[in-house]
C-alpha cells in the first residue's frame, strides 16, 4: 500500500479558515462547515456510517476481500484482536467528488503524527456497501493546514492471488507471462491467432 502526501486545495482551506477560530475545540466543526460552504468538491460532512458483520461476511467470501483475521480485528487503541461486533459505526467528517472519485477526508490536528488508516479504510467499506458504489471509486485522505496524506482503500483489503500469472503481449505477437518472483518468461505465439 501507497500513503502519498502532498499539498492540495483542503490544505489553503484548513489554514485560511483556521485563522479565525480562537476556540481549540471549535476547529474541526468550522473548518467542515467552511469547506461545506467554499469548496466547489465538498458535497457533505459529518457523513453517519455504519458496517454490519454479515457485511464483512460478504466482502472477504464473495469479493475475496482481506478485512478481518479469522473473524478477528483490532480496533483503535486496542492491542488485542476482537470478535467482530455485530454492527461498526462512524461519521466521516468530509466527502468530495473529485476527478470522478469519492474523497473521504479525515481532518486530523497533528495529520503528520496520525495515522487514521484502518479508520478511513472502515469508512469506504461502509460507504461503498451502503452506496453499492465499488470500492476501486474510493480514496481516502487524512489531513491539516499543513500536510495531505491519501491511499486507495481498494490497496489494504484487496487479497491479490497468488495463482494467477500476468500475460504482456508485444507487437512482434510473442507473449511473455510475470509470475510472481517478477521473472520474465517468452511463450512464443501460437499460430491460431
Not at 469479493?63 to 480496533?75: M, P, R, T, V
Not at 503524527?113 to 474510493?138: C, D, H, V
Not at 490497496?155 to 508485444?170: C, E, Q
Request: proline share 4%; with cysteine; aromatic share 10%.
Amino acid at each position: 500500500m501507497i500513503v502519498k502526501s502532498k499539498f492540495n486545495y483542503a490544505n489553503r482551506l484548513a489554514a485560511f479558515a483556521l485563522q479565525s477560530i480562537p476556540d481549540n475545540k471549535q476547529r474541526h466543526e468550522e473548518i467542515q462547515r467552511f469547506m461545506l460552504a467554499n469548496d466547489s468538491c465538498t458535497v457533505a460532512t459529518e457523513v453517519p456510517v455504519y458496517i454490519r458483520k454479515e457485511d464483512i461476511e460478504h466482502m472477504e467470501n464473495e469479493l475475496k476481500f482481506k478485512i478481518s483475521n479469522d473473524g478477528l480485528i483490532e480496533l483503535k487503541g486496542d492491542k488485542n484482536l476482537r470478535k467482530m461486533p455485530k454492527l461498526l459505526t462512524g461519521h466521516i467528517d468530509l466527502v468530495q467528488i473529485r476527478n470522478g472519485q469519492i474523497h473521504l477526508l479525515d481532518y486530523k490536528p497533528n495529520a503528520s503524527k496520525e495515522k487514521p488508516i484502518e479508520q478511513l479504510t472502515w469508512y469506504a467499506l461502509a460507504m461503498s456497501r451502503l452506496t453499492g458504489l465499488r470500492l476501486y471509486n474510493f480514496v481516502c485522505a487524512w489531513f491539516d493546514e499543513k500536510d495531505y496524506y491519501q491511499f486507495y482503500p481498494l490497496h489494504v483489503v484487496k487479497k491479490i492471488s497468488g495463482n494467477k500469472k500476468r500475460r504482456v503481449y508485444y507487437r512482434s505477437g510473442e507473449v511473455a507471462t510475470v509470475s510472481k518472483e517478477n521473472e520474465l518468461k517468452i511463450i512464443p505465439r501460437a499460430n491460431n491467432y
